[in-house]
């Protein structure tokens, strides 16, 4: 069990394959966020993570040093494309870095922020705290192969996402309709993890996107035991087999 919360939808990347140009672009409020904190009394791992950029709202380092007054251990995913101090190094628990290619030009046509930029606060981040950094690619049919050897040679986890085929994030590409595999989902069965929009929604997942779209888990297990899937659910890897995440 772990809780995520998308503290802002502000991004200063434009990822060709991200939803975020379809969202309003705002910060959560400290209130918003207090609430959150009040309602998670119990101690757990809190991925501060959204569809936007963390370090980017106004209060991160505030919300970070309230929740982990709390308790609780932080993680988060950054582009790298700003600076993460000593303050940061000390109250973050794991911090990932987003970074689909090391190729420039690639990285400009993708939308991605400067992967140069990005390794520079990687590696300076990795060699102060290297057991807390992880990377994150999202394998949109670009050549990973210098990406995985730079994390071999640098002892870094690596964790590569496949590009989703939810038409949520279909605004710039198109994947082919997936077949549902099974009408069960471990998330809405089992709270395998909380998600709060940056409007302070609370979700079973971090895969519905858009939180005007949410239903009760009860809702969802409903329609899943007569073999209907909600709109929110739609082509969700756990209803088509085929997993977000790989090493």
Known sequence: MFTQ?????????????????TLEHKHMAWECFERIMQSEKSPTMLLIQGTGEPLLHPFFLEMVAHAKSKGHRISIITNGS?????????????????????????????????????????????????????????????????????AKEQNIPLVIQRIQPKKSYQAHYTTEPLPYTTYQCPYVENEKMRYYFVDGTKAACCFMIDST??????????????????????QCGELTGIKRLYM
Not at 5 to 21: L, R, S
């Open 213 to 234: 779209k949410v239903l009760h888990s009860k809702v969802i297990q409903h329609a899943l035991s007569q073999k209907s899937v909600p709109s929110c659910c739609t």
């Open 82 to 150: 700003m600076t993460l101090s000593s303050t940061h190094m000390v109250l973050l628990d794991q911090i990932g870095f987003s970074l689909d290619t090391l190729d420039e030009a690639l990285a400009k046509r993708s939308g991605r922020t400067s992967p140069a930029q990005t390794l520079k606060h990687l590696l300076a981040c990795h060699s102060l705290t290297p057991k807390k950094i992880k990377l994150y690619a999202v394998n949109y049919g670009q050549d990973l192969e210098p990406l995985k050897t730079f």
């Open 5 to 21: 919360i998308e503290i802002t939808t502000v991004c200063n990347a434009k990822c060709f394959y991200c939803p975020n140009d």
